[in-house]
């Protein structure tokens, strides 16, 4: 009967062994998963970071082109107005001259 319950004892702690063995295993496999988990956060940050930063330089640079076509079509606007207010002012004082001659 002893050597039953010598069995039993060392059965049971075997079993307390194993379920050390098992809560210690699981230890490691949650801190392995929060580890993985907190790299993987870490590049979904920084890949939406480089997204965010290139959405932002393709419109940057979209305004410039932008800002670029309407600075040239005002200075186009700008030299035919010169253009044509040069040649109104020519017909003015032409205009002037044959007032003045009495013609």
């Not at 410039?64 to 076509?69: L, P, S, T, V």
């Amino acid at each position: 009967m002893e050597d039953v319950i010598k069995r039993i004892v060392d059965a049971e702690k075997e079993a307390e062994a194993r379920i050390e063995g098992a809560k210690a295993e699981a230890k490691k496999i949650i801190e392995k998963a929060k580890s993985e988990a907190k790299l993987i956060e870490e590049e979904i940050i920084e890949k939406a970071r480089a997204e965010g930063e290139e959405l932002v330089e393709k419109a940057r640079k979209e305004g410039e082109e932008e800002a670029r076509k309407i600075t040239e079509a005002g200075e186009k606007e700008i030299e035919e107005m010169k253009v044509k207010a040069t040649q109104n002012f020519e017909k003015a004082v032409s205009a002037a001259v044959q007032l003045v001659r009495g013609s």
